[in-house]
């Protein structure tokens, strides 16, 4: 039986139930406290989130002043700044609505240049950075995802099916390549999700032995052994989907180290890493989750401009009037 399809109207109502109860639980689950956040940053600061490298920040000067202003890229860096500046404690941690905007993306049915994802972070000790403490917050945040599946198939029945299964599943990215060999990151992905249906990927950001890393990650927040990539299998798109990236944060040796794999030492100037090296800042675990992807797949939409308004170009524009998709 096929399910029944929402109009715009229903679904905007939709997306305001999908969010309003994941970010609730999402900050009991975690013990999570609201804050404010800032849309732009001054670069010199080095708390901007420098992505992958290559991606260039959207940027213009404050009035006829000399100050220059970045547009967030996301809140990596900041957020672990903000721990500390605002007396959070031991196991206590902030999220926050995370508004960017990537003028470089690459645009398709996950990609906008309008980027909305929640971003959370909570101080650590220094016994928790290891595995065995990763592996439970994943396991805590996807029972967020379970929960949030069930409470809108209930509320919406006969409009979406279950998706997720009953546990996720956990592989290092090294084994996910000893696995599937032949095949590049993208369709080892799409390959262990569409067996598992649900998928934590661990190890993101270093060098694997193929002589390539799985994906780019920034050398100056999360620790590459350390972090990971929670995707789901969307059944819509027939293919993996990623919902968010995590994990925990670099401390003094690591970030040494991954600077110098990267060759990104020049960073040490700035004043966020200063803070790092000189153990100011709290060790950390933290990570975005995508606000649009979740909504998309919770409401089986087929491109994310069901789910946001954004600005696509003829290309979108045109292959989702063949598809019968209507953009937001």
Not at 109 to 122: F, G, L, R
Not at 131 to 141: A, D, F, R
Request: proline letters at 2%.
């Amino acid at each position: 039986m096929q399910n029944k399809k929402m109009d715009l109207k229903q679904t905007q109502i939709a997306i305001k139930t999908v969010k309003d109860y994941f970010q609730n639980n999402l900050s009991k689950a975690l013990n999570l406290t609201r804050v404010s956040a800032p849309l732009f940053v001054r670069p010199e600061t080095g708390l901007n989130d420098n992505l992958s490298g290559i991606e260039k920040p959207v940027s213009f000067d404050l009035g006829d002043s000399n100050i220059h202003l970045e547009i967030v890229q996301s809140l990596a860096k900041w957020k672990r700044f903000a721990l500390l500046r605002y007396g959070f404690k031991l196991n206590e941690g902030l999220y926050t609505d995370m508004n960017a905007i990537r003028a470089d993306e690459k645009l398709d049915e996950v990609h906008s240049i309008y980027v909305d994802q929640w971003d959370w972070e909570k101080i650590i000790s220094v016994e928790n950075r290891n595995e065995e403490y990763l592996y439970s917050i994943v396991n805590k945040i996807y029972d967020v995802f379970k929960n949030t599946e069930k409470i809108i198939n209930e509320k919406y029945e006969g409009y979406f099916s279950q998706k997720l299964p009953d546990e996720i599943y956990f592989i290092k990215s090294q084994e996910l390549l000893d696995m599937y060999p032949d095949l590049n990151s993208k369709e080892r992905e799409k390959a262990i999700c569409k067996e598992k249906k649900a998928v934590f990927i661990q190890g993101i950001g270093g060098k694997l032995s193929n002589g390539a890393s799985h994906d780019d990650r920034s050398p100056d927040y999360d620790d590459w052994s350390l972090n990971g990539d929670i995707l789901f299998w969307n059944p819509v798109m027939n293919d993996a989907i990623e919902l968010s990236s995590m994990g925990i944060r670099v401390d003094k040796n690591s970030l040494l180290n991954q600077l110098k794999i990267s060759g990104k030492e020049d960073r040490l100037e700035q004043s966020y890493h200063k803070d790092l090296i000189g153990e100011k800042l709290p060790l950390t675990i933290g990570g975005g989750i995508g606000q649009s992807r979740i909504c998309m797949y919770m409401l089986e939409k087929r491109h994310i401009g069901e789910v946001q308004s954004s600005v696509w170009d003829e290309k979108n524009i045109k292959k989702c009037e063949e598809l019968g998709i209507e953009l937001l």
